[in-house]
């Protein structure tokens, strides 16, 4: 031990040695280093600060938030240990207080790159993903080369849905960091948003040669899936599951897998066993029911339907287009133009998705107002400039929520109701918010039977008869009905029907 200088107090020789331990990973000599140092002096900020510095190290995260709160107690100018109380914070799951403690320590040091990078990982978890990607990008205007900043970069803009930049960013990554398994991941799931599923395999394989975890088997084999490589899809979720057999998610996509493969029984098996796991009990139960087991649901749930469109927004129009042959709002078109002869005052187009109704619409009304629960989608009818107002939200819940009533001269839904069984909740819902002589224009799937059946699809069919029983029961007229084939899908058309009604 080198000898004490006359003016250094006690604590201080102590001090310097428990850094220098702590800074070679010997945490437990540096530990008891900084407990005699508070012995002698109580209030010392570093002994405090570090102790929980090492509480976080050692996976205390409550202990090392006391600690750090103790140092701040002592001097609450230091930004570091701002930063500090802000990652223990993060550990705990208290994604408010941490975003709090960086932006604390931010105020003391603006140019500090690790707390914009922290920042944007507590932004991200509130769901503030534009915020997070502004302090992403403040943290890389500070550090150009911080693959942490630009791999975290790519996974907001997966998150928002901008794909492109995000496989541009995790590609820089890959500059700076060859083959980092979590940049490889955002690639892959840039890649295959993209529908460019042979190199998103490939990412994934690249991960999976530096990490063998069930994150990336599921990934990969959720590419495969889509790319109709179901028996290799199969593979990937049972390798996940060798590897973590509680992944509640690989063992619901395995599911979904062995329903496509028509390996029915083995479905229903997994769909139970996903279930026992803690995967989404609505979602499970209505796989179920279309898979004939259980009760028939009323409606498809609502995350299901989110997590659908919010994945599919980036090439919904495309795949509809030009994969499905879609024909459905071409053919509402032509229905309305044969009854409405001048536009109404406001329009309301339910579950809009990206517009494709929104060119026809548009002319219609002299207020168009869309509503849908994917949020991405609704960011691609905004880029149209053809809605006055575009709203996130369940279509029943805006409905009901809806103080206007009476408001809408037209009310239009494409393909919508192949996610409701029960019409009645809805239709009586558009009729209070028609006009008088207002039109309700929509499509169905039709079923031969009676009432309304869930579809292996895990769409809904209904009968001609119920939709018009349900029609006359909320007390529209009916102005015209016709069959037509809404889509070609397994090479066969999809059978439908389009109805016309009016509120006297």
């Given amino acids: 031990?080198?000898?004490?200088?006359?003016?250094?107090?006690?604590?201080?020789?102590?001090?310097?040695?428990?850094?220098?331990?702590?800074?070679?990973?010997?945490?437990?000599?540096?530990?008891?280093?900084?407990?005699?140092?508070?012995?002698?002096?109580?209030?010392?900020?570093?002994?405090?600060?570090?102790?929980?510095?090492?509480?976080?190290?050692r996976g205390d995260a409550r202990q090392a938030v006391d600690l750090i709160r103790d140092a701040l107690q002592v001097d609450?100018?230091?930004?570091?240990?701002?930063?500090?109380?802000?990652?223990?914070?993060?550990?705990?799951?208290d994604a408010q207080g941490s975003l709090d403690s960086y932006e604390a320590a931010l105020?003391?040091?603006?140019?500090?790159?690790?707390?914009?990078?922290?920042?944007?990982?507590?932004?991200?978890?509130?769901?503030?993903?534009?915020?997070?990607?502004?302090?992403?990008?403040?943290?890389?205007?500070?550090?150009?080369?911080?693959?942490?900043?630009?791999?975290y970069r790519a996974i907001v803009l997966?998150?928002?849905?901008?794909?492109?930049?995000?496989?541009?960013?995790?590609?820089?990554?890959?500059q700076l960091r060859r083959d980092d398994p979590e940049a490889l991941l955002a690639l892959g799931n840039a890649l295959q948003a993209l529908e460019r599923f042979t190199p998103a395999v490939a990412?994934?394989?690249?991960?999976?040669?530096?990490?063998?975890?069930?994150?990336?088997?599921?990934?990969?084999?959720?590419?495969?899936?889509?790319?109709?490589?179901?028996?290799?899809a199969l593979d990937s979720y049972e390798r996940a599951l060798a590897l973590q057999p509680n992944y509640a998610l690989a063992q619901h996509y395995r599911a979904n897998v062995l329903r496509a493969l028509g390996r029915n029984a083995d479905a229903i098996a997994a769909y139970r066993a996903a279930l026992a796991l803690g995967a989404d009990a609505a979602e499970i139960d209505?796989?179920?029911?279309?898979?004939?087991?259980?009760?028939?649901?009323?409606?498809?749930?609502?995350?299901?339907?989110?997590?659908?469109?919010?994945?599919?927004?980036?090439?919904f129009d495309r795949h509809l287009v030009e994969v499905l042959g879609y024909r459905t709002p071409a053919l509402l078109k032509d229905l309305l133009d044969r009854h409405v002869n001048a536009p109404v005052d406001a329009a309301l187009d339910l579950g809009c998705g990206t517009g494709l109704c929104a060119p026809f619409l548009k002319p219609l009304a002299r207020h168009l107002t869309g509503v849908d629960l994917s949020q991405r989608m609704l960011d691609k009818a905004h880029a149209l400039h053809l809605y006055d107002a575009l709203d996130n939200a369940d279509i029943g819940d805006f409905l009901r929520e809806d103080k206007q009533a009476a408001r809408y001269g037209l009310v239009l839904a494409a393909d919508v109701f192949v996610y409701f069984g029960d019409l009645a909740p809805v239709f009586a819902q558009v009729k209070d918010a028609l006009q008088r002589g207002g039109w309700?224009?929509?499509?169905?799937?039709?079923?031969?039977?009676?009432?309304?059946?869930?579809?292996?699809?895990?769409?809904?069919?209904?009968?001609?008869a119920y939709v018009e029983a349900i029609a006359a029961a909320a007390g529209f007229d009916i102005v015209e009905t016709a069959t037509a084939a809404l889509r070609h899908e397994h090479g066969q058309d999809v059978t439908g029907r389009l109805f016309l009604l009016r509120k006297p």
């Fill in 107 to 151: 105020r003391l040091d603006p140019r500090y790159p690790l707390a914009w990078l922290n920042r944007g990982n507590a932004l991200r978890r509130l769901g503030r993903l534009p915020e997070a990607l502004d302090s992403y990008e403040h943290a890389l205007g500070l550090r150009h080369d911080y693959p942490e900043a630009w791999c």
């Fill in 1 to 57: 031990m080198p000898p004490q200088s006359p003016h250094q107090a006690p604590h201080e020789a102590l001090l310097k040695q428990a850094l220098q331990a702590h800074q070679q990973g010997r945490l437990d000599a540096a530990h008891d280093l900084y407990g005699q140092v508070l012995a002698l002096a109580p209030r010392q900020f570093d002994a405090l600060h570090l102790l929980g510095v090492i509480a976080r190290q």
């Fill in 76 to 93: 609450a100018s230091q930004a570091r240990a701002h930063a500090n109380l802000g990652a223990a914070l993060q550990d705990l799951g």
């Fill in 286 to 315: 209505f796989a179920l029911a279309a898979l004939g087991q259980g009760e028939q649901p009323a409606a498809a749930p609502p995350d299901y339907i989110k997590g659908l469109f919010d994945q599919y927004a980036g090439h």
């Fill in 440 to 464: 309700f224009a929509f499509s169905v799937e039709s079923t031969a039977g009676g009432g309304y059946t869930i579809l292996p699809s895990n769409r809904f069919a209904h009968a001609p």
């Fill in 158 to 174: 997966n998150d928002l849905g901008r794909h492109q930049e995000a496989a541009d960013s995790a590609e820089r990554v890959l």
């Fill in 203 to 232: 990412a994934y394989e690249r991960a999976l040669a530096r990490a063998n975890r069930a994150d990336l088997w599921c990934a990969r084999g959720a590419a495969l899936k889509k790319s109709g490589d179901l028996e290799q």
